[in-house]
């Protein structure tokens, strides 16, 4: 290769590293700042993981100093200084041998110590907590306030300052509930419950997400935890409650009615009508929750006006399929569901 294009080469390689090194600490930033983020724990728990984390990298940084300070001593002090004799060979020193198998032992052992120490301080659930059961399904996210009577999907809401107790359970394979601000990764087996508990200690939108693969659309299984005032709570307890609001626009009515009679009935439950299926998210009060597809998409009228007219073109694979729907009854399906509150 001439040497002007190795140059130009290099000249390029250079500037992409300076532009990587000055942008990457703004991403480091951002995630500092919105949800999810690993930074910013709102739960005692999620503290505990995060001060053994930072203990951690304390612990890998002196160990990264410290080598990385030998390394360039012993090439500087040791290097070739123009003679062509081949340098001493030295090997099998035994003390030595010891030493740095036992140092980075130690270690180690200090680090699984602290570990244990976080796990069990984690681990007892608080005996007042509230229960929800949450069931992973590929992939959405089903849930129930058994205490409440409650049953909706891919949006929690918890009440600040109150330890809530989440029993997780798998309907098909095996996903994992992580909502980093608030405590550790918890999976979701098959036959078998899980719980984890969490406090939260300010109100806010939490996202959640799916921590292990569990098909094509595992980075689609998405939820939100909303955590509000006991107040705010309570209201939102009592309204999904109710059963779902009879419609009053005669376009919605239509759209009940369609609801019925174009299949939708066969997979989802709305409370208060002859709809109690349970293989697709409970629609019962639908139109209050923030997002559609288990946080795949806004909820807008737009958004589920295409949803309903096509699942696969949002999720790709989703359990859900395209029924053949003329837009009119798109359009009354639209407005009945997105008026459900
Ligand atoms: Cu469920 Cu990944």
Not at 12 to 18: E, K, T, Y
Not at 49 to 70: K, M, T
Not at 110 to 130: E, H, N, S
Not at 227 to 239: I, L, R
Request: charged share 15%.
């Amino acid at each position: 290769m001439p040497l002007k294009a190795t140059n130009s080469r290099r000249a390029r390689l250079a500037r992409i590293a300076l532009v990587g090194s000055l942008v990457s600490p703004l991403f480091f930033v951002a995630a500092c700042q919105s949800s999810p983020s690993i930074m910013n724990p709102a739960s005692p728990s999620a503290r505990i993981i995060s001060d053994l984390g930072w203990q951690l990298f304390a612990v890998a940084a002196v160990v990264f100093v410290a080598v990385e300070a030998v390394l360039i001593y012993a090439v500087i002090r040791f290097r070739n200084k123009g003679s062509t004799e081949e340098p001493r060979q030295v090997y099998g020193h035994t003390r030595l041998e010891i030493v740095w198998t036992a140092a980075p032992g130690l270690v180690l052992i200090g680090v699984l110590y602290t570990m244990f120490q976080a796990m069990a301080t984690l681990l007892p659930i608080p005996q007042d907590a509230m229960p929800v059961k949450v069931i992973g399904h590929q992939w959405w996210w089903e849930v129930e306030y058994p205490e409440h009577g409650i049953a909706t999907a891919n949006e929690l809401h918890f009440p600040v300052g109150r330890p809530v107790r989440v029993d997780l359970q798998a309907a098909d394979v095996i996903h994992s509930f992580w909502v980093s601000e608030l405590g550790p990764k918890m999976d979701l087996l098959p036959e078998q419950v899980n719980s984890t508990w969490y406090k939260v200690e300010r109100p806010g939108v939490y996202r959640g997400f799916c921590a292990e693969f569990c098909g094509v659309q595992h980075a689609n299984m998405g939820f939100i935890v909303v955590a509000e005032e006991q107040g705010a709570f309570d209201a939102w307890v009592q309204a999904q409650r109710q059963p779902a609001t009879a419609p009053a626009d005669p376009l919605a009515q239509q759209g009940a009615q369609a609801f019925t009679t174009s299949g939708c009935a066969g997979c989802h439950a709305i409370a208060g009508t002859p709809a109690q299926a349970r293989i697709g998210p409970n629609l019962s009060h639908v139109g209050s929750r923030r997002y559609i597809g288990a946080n795949a998409l806004a909820n807008t009228p737009e958004n589920m006006a295409a949803w309903i007219t096509n699942p696969q073109e949002a999720k790709p694979g989703n359990l859900m399929p395209a029924l053949p729907l003329d837009p009119e009854r798109v359009r009354q399906l639209t407005a009945y569901l997105v008026g459900l509150k």
